[in-house]
T-cell receptor, first 113, second 117 residues
Framework: GQNIDQPTEMTATEGAIVQINCTYQTSGFNGLFWYQQHAGEAPTFLSYNVLDGLEEKGRFSSFLSRSKGYSYLLLKELQMKDSASYLCAVSAIYGGATNKLIFGTGTLLAVQP | DAGVTQSPTHLIKTRGQHVTLRCSPISGHKSVSWYQQVLGQGPQFIFQYYEKEERGRGNFPDRFSARQFPNYSSELNVNALLLGDSALYLC????????????????FGAGSRLTVL
């Protein structure tokens, strides 16, 4: 089967650092994605990891360990606008295409002043 | 360059009715996927189409169907609507690359919010 686990809610302070963890079990692994979703809006792409290690992109970094089925999203220098739901998603291979995403329920991050 | 566009943005239907949702992918993207997102949950995979062929189907009943047109736009159809079909329906497009390719990144549209009364 396929399963994605991430915390339901987190709270952090403006200017601080927060780490959102994600564990997964899946077959046909083809990469792990993080998306940001503000209330009432579409998910927007943040990062993509297919190999083990850390990918850094500005204030956002994402880490992957395939052997442990584990990823985290690290947000630095938090801003109020970072308050959103953060979705961990695993890409699974099937048939002739490679784009099926299995999403977790999302982690609702609240950034406080 | 236009992103993924979906229509309508909001609609209200009653139980038993039928709905058609439409999606235009980013120019050059040949893969279109549909997801259902219920409030407070992550998106759930419904369908993927690539080059006008169904490449995958999620765990949804036969009341859900879709198709992709020669210009790569797509429609999602839901028959015999139930209250539980109320959700945000997201369309996403992508290139399709090999294993581990960044071409597989999905870009989502703003969604169609369906309310079934």
């Amino acid at each position: 089967g396929q399963n994605i686990d991430q915390p339901t809610e987190m709270t952090a302070t403006e200017g601080a650092i927060v780490q959102i963890n994600c564990t997964y079990q899946t077959s046909g692994f083809n990469g792990l994605f993080w998306y940001q979703q503000h209330a009432g809006e579409a998910p927007t792409f943040l990062s993509y990891n297919v190999l083990d290690g850390l990918e850094e992109k500005g204030r956002f970094s994402s880490f992957l360990s395939r052997s442990k089925g584990y990823s985290y999203l690290l947000l630095k220098e938090l801003q109020m606008k970072d308050s959103a739901s953060y979705l961990c998603a695993v890409s699974a291979i099937y048939g002739g295409a490679t784009n099926k995403l299995i999403f977790g329920t999302g982690t609702l991050l609240a950034v406080q002043p | 360059d236009a992103g993924v566009t979906q229509s309508p943005t909001h609609l209200i239907k009653t139980r038993g009715q039928h709905v058609t949702l439409r999606c235009s992918p980013i120019s050059g993207h040949k893969s279109v996927s549909w997801y259902q997102q219920v409030l407070g949950q992550g998106p759930q995979f419904i369908f993927q189409y690539y080059e006008k062929e169904e490449r995958g189907r999620g765990n949804f009943p036969d009341r859900f169907s879709a198709r992709q047109f020669p210009n790569y736009s797509s429609e999602l159809n839901v028959n015999a609507l139930l209250l539980g079909d109320s959700a945000l329906y997201l369309c996403a497009s992508s290139l399709v690359g090999g294993v581990g390719s960044g071409a597989n990144v999905l870009t989502f549209g703003a969604g169609s919010r369906l309310t079934v009364l």
